[in-house]
């Protein structure tokens, strides 16, 4: 019998759909760390992917899939948990969706601290922040995205802009929870994007009027499962499960972004 992936895959907008039940897919296109599949209690099925980042500077590690040329909108979700002691300190990353040029699949990549130009890419990370120990471990969660109309910082610099979580939707440890986003691109040159976030159904954020790109040839068109802490002082792990990435918001979504 066929999961509940593999069905929404063949029978639905699904462009793509993981549960990791038989091994780490070719679609997975790029893997990088200490990656692996294990069988300690997965969100779904026998399996479930493992991320672990050891002491040290930018440590973990990412899978990547590219679907190219790309889209216009896209909803993706994916299962987390964070292990019951994870800590990372103050500063990391989670998963990022890449707006890359549908002639370079590379152009998002290796970007931190630019400020887009329109036609060369965006990015936009789901990920909780630490907001420097204010926030419980892992810590809110947040947008943390770059786009040409981002804010500078006082360093010069153009890091990415957090995009909070109003209330505050706090991620937990020890527990699978669903992550979701639905991004929607504006028309080039124009400043009617959209893109909003959830936690387990619970809109996080819904940010409109943006503009992510001067160009047709930036299109949504990456999904990168990512770990990453940029100053680790110790071992940290999350697990990953059930995967999937659509070209239309699923239905849950369309009410409240509809509302939103």
Not at 55 to 74: C, N, R, S, T, Y
Not at 133 to 155: E, H, I, T
Request: charged share 25%; with cysteine; proline share 5%.
């Amino acid at each position: 019998m066929l999961s509940a992936l593999a069905m929404a895959t063949l029978f639905g907008p699904t462009l793509f759909a993981d549960g990791f039940e038989s091994g780490i897919s070719d679609q997975w296109q790029d893997r990088r760390g200490k990656i692996e599949l294990v069988r300690e209690d997965p969100k779904e099925g026998k399996q479930c992917l493992r991320i672990d980042a050891e002491i040290g500077k930018g440590a973990g590690g990412h899978l990547v899939h590219w679907f190219m040329p790309g889209e216009d909108q896209i909803a993706i979700r994916w299962a987390v948990k964070f292990a019951v002691d994870f800590d990372q300190g103050n500063l990391m990353h989670l998963c990022a969706v890449g707006g890359n040029r549908t002639d370079d699949k590379w152009s998002s990549m290796g970007k931190a601290g630019l400020k887009p130009t329109g036609s060369d890419f965006f990015v936009t990370n789901l990920e909780p922040w630490r907001d420097w120990k204010r926030n419980p471990a892992p810590g809110r969660l947040m947008f943390y995205s770059y786009w040409p109309d981002m804010k500078q910082d006082p360093d010069g610099h153009f890091w990415g802009n957090n995009l909070l979580s109003e209330p505050a939707l706090i991620v937990p440890r020890g527990k699978w929870v669903e992550m979701s986003l639905w991004i929607k691109l504006n028309t080039p040159g124009k400043a009617d994007g959209e893109q909003a976030f959830w936690m387990d159904g619970k809109l996080g954020g819904h940010f409109k009027n943006m503009r992510f790109r001067d160009s047709g040839i930036l299109k949504l068109n990456s999904l990168s499962l990512d770990l990453y802490i940029h100053d680790n002082a110790r071992s940290n792990t999350i697990w990953f499960d059930d995967v999937e990435v659509s070209r239309e918001p699923f239905p849950w979504m369309r009410r409240q972004v509809k509302n939103g």
